[in-house]
């Protein structure tokens, strides 16, 4: 069974400008200073006003790491929401809704509808927002919450708004609270409370602080959904952290900024979407051949081209590996959750340092735009930091070789400017003192050394990151995964598990350097294979096959720009081990 013994889940629907973030945030504050972990996943458009916004918000006394199959409670802040998701409601939902403006349909049986008069309750307030307030009280009130933890909420909710907001919303609140338990039944079950107060972060949020924390001075963007996220944080907290923050006119002059920045010896990012990183990729070549380390953050969402704006996929995986043109070293990893994410990003800074070349860390919009909890003691603010050789002090003469052809392939690095040091940098073949090859003839025996040499740090990264392991018992069957799905698929084993198929999992997150004998050895012992992914061809699979040759027994892939319900995955082992297919792709059921 199930190890959970509170998992509640509350969805809010309404328009775009409706504020409909404003009760995810309201309840994230509730649920994380009860020590309750929480989840938000926001399915929302990328028009500016008139779209369908569907926040999706699971509290839990354990660790909650996707937004779940089932709710409990649905906020219609709409007409539009009513008529889309009543039907999806099960036994047992309640259906909170302003009876001054929204009419129920039909419905399944024991849904118990919560129809709440906002005029009424708000004294008349001509705020179309008071409403969101009121859910929110219905939904303190029905999990048996005291009105004391919302009013202090409230109170820091709408304080730079001013005194007359706050009474407003607080007045509004109580009157809700109090409408609410005298007219519906209570959640059957106490609400837990968690050890400890929690922290709220968003995954792009993570992937920033992370930066922070790697000693990152520079970073430079162009808003791209659903990477904004990142040059937001940068922004806001620039003047603080001593962090340089430009927002350049492109793609390409942003890439570009950051190599100048890195070249310089500052520590440099940038962030993107798959259509801005087609834009950098070329740039991120020549970084490849000056040697300069820089990370790359691709956010994916659904493409090609502009594609899917605000919803998700993995399917940038091949543009990764195929960044720019020719062979070149180059990292490339795909974190599996936020935390995750905040301690990849200073060790992928450690690694590009070390063995100066190019980092691209994958992310995508189901986990940059994530709001949960997290355990403010997990984070490690001071991460190691090490350079890698760098030279900062003067030479008496200048018999500097930039690109010295050494054993391990990494070349002494000094900083531009330091005397004794000068040499060309430019993104032609060099010799070792950084002269083009080609300004004297395309020479084949120093072309193919400093091929070989820059080539030949990969062998020594690849002992660096840690390899592949198998996740739980052993077990009959074998989910493969990388990137955001972890969580997710985990989830569906615990209920595979709860229907007597017991199954493990398998985890990849470094993808250059690739573990190519270790996923051998431990898919040699597998009985039977599936791998997971958010794309329509499987990008993954295709690039495990080609890197270890082995095969799977099945596929279950989405590709409907929604993330995966643990259900989803469930449904698919099931299907596949009953011979009924060998790819399941599920219907996403709801109209988000």
Partial sequence: MSSRKFDFVIAVGGAAGQGIATPGNILAKIFARSGLYFFAHNAYQSIIRGGHSFLTVRASDTEVRNHGDTFH???????????????????????????????????NDGIQFCP???????????NKLVQNTVAIAAVVNLLGMGFETLESVLNEYFKRKGEEVVNANVNVAKAAYGYTGENFKPYPASVPTGSKPLAIWRGN??????????????YAAYPMSPASGILHWMAQHARDLDIMVRQAEDEISVINMIIGAAHSGCRAMCATSGGGFALMTEAIGSAGMMEIPVVIVNTQRGGPSTGLPTKTEQGDLWQALGASQGDYPRIIVAPKNPLDAF???????????????????????????????????????????????LITEPAPSNSYMRYKITKSGISPRALPGLKGYSHVVATDEQDEDGVLISDEFTNPGKRKLMMEKRMRKMADVD???????????????????????????????????????VANHLHIKWIVPFHATEVIGILAGCKKTIIVENNYSGLFYRYMRSETGVDVDGHIRKYDGEPFMPHHITDGVKAILSGKTKKYVPEHELLV
């Avoid at 709409?78 to 099960?90: A, E, I, P, Y």
């Fill in 116 to 126: 709440m008069p906002v005029k009424v309750l708000s004294n008349n307030d001509r």
């Fill in 73 to 107: 409670v649905l906020i219609a802040l709409n007409q539009d929401t009513m008529d889309r998701h009543l039907k999806h409601m099960s036994t047992g939902t309640w259906v909170i809704y302003n009876s001054d403006t929204i009419k129920p349909g039909e419905a």
């Fill in 343 to 389: 301690d990849t990003i200073p060790q992928l800074f450690n690694l590009v340092d070390k063995y100066q070349c190019p980092g691209i860390l994958l992310s995508d919009e189901f986990s940059a735009d994530e709001t949960s909890t997290i355990d403010p003691d997990l984070i490690n603010l001071q991460p190691e930091i090490d350079r890698g050789e």
């Fill in 463 to 501: 002992k660096e990151v840690d390899r592949p392991r198998l996740e739980g018992p052993e077990s009959d069957i074998t989910l493969i995964g990388w990137g955001s799905t972890h969580g997710v698929i985990n989830e569906s084993i615990q209920q595979l598990n709860d229907q007597g198929i």
């Fill in 205 to 218: 949020d993570a992937i920033a602080m992370g930066a922070a924390a790697a000693g990152v001075k520079f």
